[in-house]
């Protein structure tokens, strides 16, 4: 037997859906608690966001009692990979459907954000931010990044408005923001700790000035409101990308005010 608390989250046998933009809508929150957006791109880290990454944003956004809207843009995933083999499904899955699995069905279409309601913007990694968000998984330097993404990048940069990006997703910094600085860690792999280290040489291709930043560090441009930290570029414990990224989130809303 459903308990009464159980059964009043269904309807009809159904979750009833979330209508609400913001995570975070307890009372302590009032005007002067930044309002920041996260972007996801699906659920897992070799087809969409990494959510080990995703989850250390929300819990130190959570700490610094910002108010979080969560998006991610309504199209089908670039394909669905099967994270116990690496391999292609043959079932394709939409970006926003699978990343309504990370926010708790609390999210929206990327195209319905709008730059005024926000004080800031986060990306968390995972591939799906090469694959899904952009095409660099693909195309490497030579990538486009997905329209209502590049929409979203360049109307917080033009607002002056900051922007945090981790793990992958500084390429697209790197590509919609001429003449950025960002990390993605180490541009040299050294005894297989960072696999991904030919990343950096993709973002200075594109014309971004790439900085060496171990896991727990952070790269701030303040020129461009634009704050980068390594997260799982690097083969690491999860605790320091969760320490890096609380470092991240932390330089973004400081730069809020």
């Known amino acids: 037997m459903m308990s009464k608390a159980a059964s009043s989250i269904f309807r009809g046998g159904k979750f009833s859906s ?6 975070h809508t307890t009372s302590i929150l009032g005007a002067q608690n930044p309002k920041v957006a996260l972007i ?10 990494e959510i080990h990454e995703a989850s250390s944003a929300m819990v130190h956004l ?6 979080v809207g969560i998006f991610a843009p309504n199209i089908e ?7 116990t083999k690496g391999e292609p499904m043959e079932v394709n899955r939409n970006v926003l459907v699978e990343s309504a699995r990370i926010a708790r069905g609390k999210i929206q279409d990327l195209k319905d954000l709008k730059v005024q309601d926000f004080d800031a913007v986060i990306f968390p990694g995972g591939f799906g931010a090469a694959k899904n968000l952009s095409n660099f998984a693909v195309e490497g330097d030579k990538m486009t990044v ?13 607002a002056k408005k900051p922007i945090g990006l981790c793990c992958i997703s500084p390429v697209l910094a790197a590509k919609t923001i001429p003449g950025c600085t960002v990390t993605v860690g180490q541009d040299k792999d050294v ?7 030919g990343t950096a ?5 594109m014309g971004a000035k790439h900085v060496n930043k171990d896991v727990n560090e952070v790269n701030v441009d303040s020129q461009n409101k634009l704050v980068t930290t390594p997260a799982f570029m690097c083969e690491t414990a ?19 005010k």
């Not at 979330?18 to 995570?23: E, G, I, L, P, V």
């Not at 999860?238 to 809020?256: I, N, P, R, T």
Request: charged share 25%.
């Open 40 to 49: 996801f791109s699906g659920c897992g880290v070799y087809d969409g966001t």
């Open 146 to 158: 997905q329209p209502s993404v590049e929409k979203v990048i360049k109307e917080f940069h033009s």
């Open 201 to 205: 040489r993709a973002c200075q291709n």
């Open 77 to 83: 995933q670039m394909h669905a990979i099967d994270h």
């Open 62 to 67: 959570s700490r610094h009692e910002a108010e």
């Open 18 to 23: 979330a209508k609400k933009c913001f995570m």
């Open 191 to 197: 005894d297989g700790q960072w696999p991904y280290a």
């Open 238 to 256: 999860v605790h320091k990308v969760f320490d890096g990224v609380g470092k991240m989130v932390e330089a973004v809303l400081k730069l809020c």
